[in-house]
């Protein structure tokens, strides 16, 4: 009920910037929670950044390795998470994710949807 599709990957010299955007539709008002993930050659899949609607505002949460450097957003108005990602090096290469967390009503369990995966190079 909820799809995500990625874009913004593509190649970019050490020390670049990119922006990743995940557009989102469906049950767009469902979703708790999305998040960015990114899986490279021979390594599992690994949480990039977390984005949490809490009582006070948004929550969110990094992995330490790019904590500085990236940031995750939204926009409620154009259904759109981005991740803002700066000085990047080799190791953030991978294929970078979307996932949202949702549910299809409001006592149901948590669905998963996630996005096809745009591929992040960063190389001289």
């Known amino acids: 009920q909820v799809q995500l599709v990625e874009s913004g990957g593509g190649l970019v010299q050490p020390g670049g910037s990119l922006r990743l955007s995940c557009a989102a539709s469906?049950?767009?008002?469902?979703?708790?929670?999305m998040g960015w993930y990114r899986q490279a050659p021979g390594k599992e899949r690994e949480l990039v950044a977390r984005i949490v609607r809490g009582a006070y505002g948004d929550r969110t949460n990094y992995e330490d390795s790019v904590k500085g450097r990236f940031t995750i957003s939204r926009d409620d108005a154009k259904d759109i998470m981005y991740l803002q990602m700066n000085s990047l090096n080799a190791e953030d290469t991978a294929v970078y994710y979307c996932?949202?967390?949702?549910?299809?009503?409001?006592?149901?369990?948590?669905?998963?949807?996630w996005g096809p995966g745009t591929q992040v190079t960063v190389s001289s």
């Open positions: 996932k949202a967390e949702f549910r299809r009503n409001g006592l149901g369990p948590v669905s998963e949807s």
């Open positions: 469906g049950s767009v008002a469902r979703i708790h929670a």
